[in-house]
């Protein structure tokens, strides 16, 4: 697909994404620098944007009021996250404090700054726990990175006081899975249990879903110097059902609205195109081409779901892999010269190869029918390539153009 195309499909996310784009109150609590707390109704947004603000009102109908790291102690969502204003270290500007998403709070607190990690211990000084790169290491005639490893050593420094878990530093990864089980060992361990906040939301799930498409599409070929006449016209468009099943993977502590999607589809197209070609001799030819494909579709992308409504739209964009489970082709050509009709026919009409490579694009709409059931339609437009070589087997330009409409459920 051309860069062209590929641009556009990046404009029309942005174009999508600010269209539906709406707030997404939930139950939440401001605590301010007096240390009041003051229940509401707080934006609940993805991304980097809750550490440099909080949308806070007390009513619905009420106008929403920004409060700034500098303007109140903390605020968070009923059993969801929590944000505590802090200077981050070895910051530029030391003056300036930020919400420090608070992923564990006790004797040891863990914290998560716009994807980093860092730690206290009795709210004192917050490290950020880190893993650089400082050199090189050769072994065995390879050339390896050599990490710092200096979270391990903020990690011992602070926590080394329970025993129980001395012995698990130096194999613990930089994760927030691993640190959040690891401070929380540590709390228990000096007898106070601490918050875990965000424990009753899965690290990752799942989604599974059945699909009834109906898919259009029109394949090209491009005429060059490669390629007979016979592939140079149009071919006529192909009406298709395409069945299929679909996986969605979420990873809700990090963000609600951006997941991974995966579509498995069965589908079969068979592509005609008959043209005559006059030349300047008093012959004519007369091509009849026909092109069949039975299709393994699996389409992967990113979804964005927008915050939740009666009806909730989203948008995926992706990269799609087409396998030819079975392929032909055919060509009969009529050859007509001084009244005379000969016939040939030919084994193929070109060289088709295994599969398909291309990207897609899609929005849809989705309303939950009871509990995680979930129904949805969705508009698809997918362009791929690279299935086929000429008779000469050399490449040319071709594409197959899809538009699709998807009904299906998701559990």
Known sequence: ??????????????????????????????????????????????????????????????????????????????????????????????????????????????YRLRGGLYINKDNGKIYKLSNESVGEIKENGKVYDKKSNRYIGILKLLLSDCSDIKLKFDNLSLTERALTKIVGKYNNCLGQSGITYKKSVNWVSFHYGLIFGLNSSVINFEKEFQIGDHLSSGFDRVNSIMPGVSMEVLFPRFSERVSFHLDVFYLTAKYVAFNTIETTTPTSFANDVTIELEQLKIPFGIRYTFPERSFTPFFNLGVSYTYHLKESSSWIQQVERDNIVNTFIYSRALELQGSQTGLWIGIGLKKTIVNKLQGFVEIRYEQTSNFALNTQGAIFNHDIKNTQLLIGISF
């Open 1 to 110: 697909m051309k860069k062209s195309k590929i641009l556009t499909l990046i404009i029309a996310f942005i174009f999508f994404q600010n269209l539906f784009s709406q707030s997404d109150y939930r139950e939440g609590f401001i605590i301010t620098t007096t240390q009041d707390t003051i229940k509401g109704l707080i934006d609940f947004r993805d991304g980097y944007k809750n550490n440099e603000s909080c949308m806070f009102k007390k009513e619905e109908k009420e106008d929403f009021i920004i409060y700034s790291p500098e303007q109140i102690s903390a605020y968070g969502f009923i059993d969801d996250r929590f944000y505590e204003s802090k200077i981050e270290p070895d910051s530029t500007n030391i003056n300036k404090p930020q919400f420090f998403e608070v992923l564990v709070k006790g004797k040891a607190s863990l």
